[in-house]
Nanobody, 128 residues
Framework: QLQLVESGGELVQPGGSLRLSCAASGFTPDYYAIGWFRQAPGKEREGVSCISGSGDIKKYADSVKGRFTISRDHAKNTVYLQMNSLKPEDTAVYYC?????????????????????WGQGTQVTVSS
């Protein structure tokens, strides 16, 4: 079973940067899509970004476009989310999730139900 562990969340001032990591272990298929989601207190879970198994397809929510960058290192089985120009509204628990289905090599989605494996989350707090 594919297991995911997020890291990199912490307290940062507005305008600052963080890089989140999502490390996969266990049974890792050759190609799997990764999605990043976040959930703030009292709010629904929101899709932030995703990357296809090949790494060719990357998608971003409008709220983070131009500020966040997703990337992956196949050799390390790790996906990164570089977050720049952070705002207080970015405060949330950030989760990564994996979609190991056949089509995940060339696509990724922001639908949580697409993903079968989830990490435990990492807290990002943007505050002065």
């Amino acid at each position: 079973q594919l297991q995911l562990v997020e890291s990199g969340g912490e307290l940062v001032q507005p305008g600052g940067s963080l890089r989140l990591s999502c490390a996969a272990s266990g049974f890792t298929p050759d190609y799997y899509a990764i999605g990043w989601f976040r959930q703030a207190p009292g709010k629904e879970r929101e899709g932030v970004s995703c990357i296809s198994g090949s790494g060719d397809i990357k998608k971003y929510a409008d709220s983070v476009k131009g500020r966040f960058t997703i990337s992956r290192d196949h050799a390390k089985n790790t996906v990164y989310l570089q977050m720049n120009s952070l705002k207080p509204e970015d405060t949330a628990v950030y989760y990564c999730a994996a979609d190991p289905s056949f089509f995940a090599r060339t696509i990724c989605t922001s639908r949580p139900t697409t993903y079968s494996s989830w990490g435990q989350g990492t807290q990002v707090t943007v505050s002065s």
